[in-house]
């Protein structure tokens, strides 16, 4: 059956932070490594405000350094009653507000450091850039997409496979995969996935085969080749692809017998190359028309060449 390459793995990466884009180092067909920059927007104001809100914290250190030697003082003239109930209640909570108001500062500086760090979209994953969805000097949201990144480190092959099969098929089934633009040597895949919703008009439902890709030869978008190894399939007969023609809902191909052409109804079974695999009404050695079959009535005479 013919299928699609696909990548494992396509994610449209989005941003964290918000602000002007100030440095974009990649390009479509770049490969990335994880962790690897994408975007790096504009970060000089924070990185200001965290400025401040250091020069902040300091101040509030200091403060509770003082407030803390003034409690202890007072905290002694209180064991002598020279000072008041109020005056050292007053102290304490001088104290208390101050490491208060720290707490709150390290906490902004935290978030300051965060909103730094998202001003820098790196790659979530390893794999080729395929969109770009900026440029430098663009204002970026937060959400906004950056690139679209796909993995091809390992591909599936997605086969629409017709619905008289798929009973066939699971998880433990073998597969041959043929990628023939990359080479004419089949590889060994695996049942990566079966869906449960078929498309109604051409009653096939998606099944996906993975394959190792690890030099990354083949691309999304390829044309592949997947034979099943179904259990209990009968044998078949390879027919050239242009004897088969339509007829409604089922496939003719024409016989020739004593020079007239005669239709035999055949269940498609696969293709292979240029050939279509079949059973049905035909035997080894069934002579077959492949040129003007469309206009052909059933006893009419054929010239054979």
Known sequence: LIGTVEPILSSTVASEGEGLVEHFPVKEGDFVKKGSL?????ARELELRKKAAVAAREKIRVNIENARKELARISKLKETD???QKRFDEADATYRALVQDLSRSEAEIEL???????QEIVAPFSGFIVKEHTQIGEWMRIGNPVVTLIDLQTVLISVPVPERYLVQITSKNNTLVTVRSVSNLPVSGKIYSI????DPNSRTFSVK???DNVNHRIRSG???TVVFNLAGMREAMLVPKDAVV???????????????AYPAIVDILGYYDGNVAVGGELKPGDQV??????RLRSGQPVQVQ
């Open 222 to 224: 390829m044309e592949a």
């Open 289 to 294: 028309v492949i040129r003007g079959n469309e």
């Open 38 to 42: 994408l975007v790096r927007l504009k």
């Open 246 to 260: 339509s007829a409604g809902q089922e496939r003719l191909v024409y016989k020739i017998n004593d020079g007239k």
């Open 82 to 84: 020279a000072v008041t």
């Open 112 to 118: 300051l450091d965060h909103d730094i760090r998202q």
């Open 195 to 198: 869906l449960s919703q078929g």
């Open 209 to 211: 085969v993975s394959i």
